[in-house]
């Protein structure tokens, strides 16, 4: 017998009750046994999860000097006290700054330059105190710089409550407005802010235009984006001369423009929405400029005048390309930064306005991730820009948008001695069942051979475009130093090859992912990188829903899931347009109240689809508070799983009564998470 095997007899797994409910749609009947879960009132709910916790606990005592270990190890790899790299804008110098011992970033200012005094401008951890959660939204500084607008949420609930600073006291505004989201825009008076406010479903479904020391009740409704597939935010143009209001769904946009001199003024609309229309807009001079999908898949960009902005004006600057993905614009006083995907990896070209000349600004390693950081100047020479890879740490660099050179202001500091030759990258190709080629991003302690004896974890998204990024990471260290080989699978459902790639891997395409998955999965073990029994999985969110379907799947090919906050109830969850997302996921995943998508996403939908079979060991995790996808998913799941795996493997539920969908916001309390994790991870690999 072994350990999981007398642990299980001494701590008996929670058996959720069951309170069957029959879902019937299109004739088909569904029976749900857990259906119970979602009442967050029902008295034995919190008792379950609180079980479930339990459980997982003492199934994870024996890891817990582990636990402390690799958290120890990660903790020492970071600088604790840090500074970011100060960006100006005018005449100020803003940078953020941790301190050892504090969860939460401190933001401060330097006036004319940076041997000026610093000013603290809001410390998050004075904010958190007494939280067991904290969210920081909002950060605004007014156009005077004389007023910080921010926004927090304690709850993880991401309903955040906006406030005033005044700067020059340190005095807040008496006025403070609850149920807002995260994006906010001054005017140019520096009296008036246009933010937005949620609704029942944590919804972003209104505008409205606060002035500074009115009561909220006065504040001005703009808007109201009734759709219930839209979401509404507002932003301000780097060139300070408009505010932007945009509703968007997945698949269209439309945005509204005002001039930012003139709050009191009424939004002008661009282009009105066509269905399945994407498009954003920037400023410069008397033109917008616009990336967008119109006839054009994988982007194109245009511009058109201020003063006639409609479509028939639109001229186009760069056409449609079947190869290269225009990923969007970034524009300043006399350049233009062109930010592109080709065959899997990103580049950009900056050109200069006056001239049309342009320059690329390139990278060497094989798989890596680069994007635009802190540019709140429009009339600057300076561009500035992340970089990282699998094996180089955050860099921040200054690119001089005239002469080409580059100057690394700053690279993460890792702790510890990390010597990047020490570890080795590699771009590899498996190829699918249809024979599609599928990108692999792949890293290693340098010297391991593929003898089919390496511990290997592989983890992916493949939903909504987003693309995977190939980032740096010091607690990956803490596995990639005990052998473990980390691997991400840029499956379809992403946007890493191109527009079609995400269009492959959704709607009625949506098993492409899944099967992509396994496809990675199986071409590692075939060049003798792993083998099935040294094999664990993980993904998050919508790559929690890419676990569950290749468990579902595959269950034999995986020794270990890590699944946290995964989204499995595809089919009932998507019915329900009380919750948040839920109406706006038709445009991704199809609406089933269309029999022809119910039982497409009903034959993959992790939940509908568990089996009295054999699953790896699994741990599962969930917040209470998660707005985006509820605790009850990864409950349920959890409950069917143990109802009817016919295994001895370990099944551990673990939720956070107190945070939201990213889990604790604490640096430290996400350490000890990630901690927890790979612990569970080396012990089922048998590292332990």
Not at 278 to 287: G, L
Not at 552 to 568: G, I, Q
Request: proline residues 5%; aromatic residues 12%; contains cysteine.
């Amino acid at each position: 017998m072994n350990k999981d095997q007398v642990l299980n007899k001494i701590v008996t797994p929670p058996i959720a009750e069951e309170h069957p409910q029959v879902l019937e749609l299109h004739g088909d009947r569904r029976l749900d046994k857990y259906f119970w879960m979602r009442d967050l009132d029902h008295p034995q709910l919190i008792p379950y999860l609180e079980a479930e916790n339990a459980y997982t606990a003492a199934m994870m005592q024996h890891t817990e000097a582990l636990q402390t270990q690799l958290y120890n190890e990660m903790l020492s790899r970071i600088k604790e006290t840090d500074l970011s790299v100060p960006s100006r804008k005018d005449e100020y110098y803003y940078y953020s700054r941790t301190e050892a011992g504090k969860s939460y970033p401190i933001h401060c200012r330097k006036k004319g330059s940076l041997e000026a005094p610093e000013e603290i401008i809001l410390d998050e951890n004075e904010l958190a105190q007494g939280h067991e959660f904290f969210d920081l939204g909002v950060f605004a500084i007014s156009p005077n710089h004389q007023i910080l607008a921010y926004s927090f949420d304690t709850t993880g609930s991401e309903e955040y409550l906006l406030c005033f600073l005044d700067l020059n006291t340190h005095q807040l505004y008496p006025e403070t407005i609850p149920k807002t989201y995260f994006s906010l825009a001054w005017s140019n008076d520096n009296q008036t802010a246009f933010y937005t406010r949620i609704d029942d479903a944590n919804r972003p479904y209104q505008l409205l235009k606060h002035k500074l020391g009115n009561c909220p009740q006065e504040d001005v409704l703009i808007y109201e984006e009734k759709d219930d597939i839209y979401h509404l935010h507002v932003e301000k143009t780097r060139s300070k001369s408009y505010i932007f209001m945009v509703m968007q769904s997945s698949i269209t946009t439309e945005v509204h423009y005002l001039d930012a001199n003139n709050p009191y003024g009424n939004f002008q609309i661009i282009r009105p929405r066509t269905t399945g229309v994407e498009y954003n807009v920037d400023h410069h001079n008397n033109n917008f400029y616009i990336v967008t999908n119109d006839a054009a898949t994988n982007f194109k960009l245009v511009k058109t005048p201020v003063a006639k902005p409609s479509l028939e004006n639109w001229e186009t600057i760069i056409p449609h390309r079947e190869d290269v993905l225009l990923l969007g614009v970034s524009l300043f006083a006399n350049h233009l930064v062109i930010y592109e995907r080709k065959g899997g990896l990103q580049t950009a070209r900056v050109q200069n306005l006056s001239t049309r000349e342009e320059n690329n600004i390139i990278f060497p390693e094989p798989t890596y991730e680069f994007f635009e950081g802190s540019n709140p100047e429009f009339n600057t020479q300076v561009l500035r820009f992340n970089y990282t890879s699998l094996i180089t740490p955050q860099s921040v660099f200054d690119y001089n948008m005239e002469t080409n050179q580059r100057e690394l202001k700053k690279q993460t500091e890792v702790l510890g001695g990390y010597n990047p030759s020490q570890y080795e990258s590699q771009w590899l190709m498996a190829t699918a069942t249809d024979g599609t080629k599928v990108p692999i991003s792949i890293v290693y302690k340098r010297g391991t051979n593929k003898d089919g004896k390496n511990p290997l974890l592989l983890t992916g998204y493949g939903a909504y475009g987003s693309s995977y990024p190939p980032s740096f990471s010091s607690t990956r260290l803490t596995l990639l130093e005990r052998g473990v080989v980390f691997a991400i699978a840029h499956i379809r459902g992403g946007e890493e090859m191109g527009r079609k790639w995400y269009e492959q891997g959704k709607f009625l395409q949506k098993k492409n992912t899944f099967t992509d998955f396994i496809a990675c999965a199986e071409y590692l073990i075939s060049q003798g990188w792993t083998t099935c029994d040294r094999l664990a999985i993980t993904g998050g969110s919508a790559g929690g829903l890419l676990m569950g379907a290749v468990m579902n799947m595959r269950p034999d090919l995986f020794k270990v899931v890590v699944a946290n906050v995964p989204f499995v109830d595809v089919v009932t969850t998507i019915l329900d347009t009380s919750l948040p997302l839920s109406a706006m996921e038709w445009e991704e995943w199809g609406n089933p109240n269309d029999k022809v998508y119910y039982d497409y996403m009903k034959s993959y939908s992790p939940y509908d689809n568990v089996a009295a079979t054999d699953y790896p060991d699994t741990l599962i995790t969930a917040g209470l508070n998660d707005s985006r996808v509820k605790y009850w998913e990864p409950a349920k799941w959890t409950a069917k799983l143990r109802e009817l795996k016919t295994d001895d493997h370990l099944l551990l539920l673990k939720t956070n009564m107190e945070a939201g969908h990213g889990g604790p916001s604490g640096r430290y309390e996400s350490l000890r998470e990630l901690a927890f994790e790979d612990a569970f991870i080396l012990d089922r690999l048998g590292l332990a």
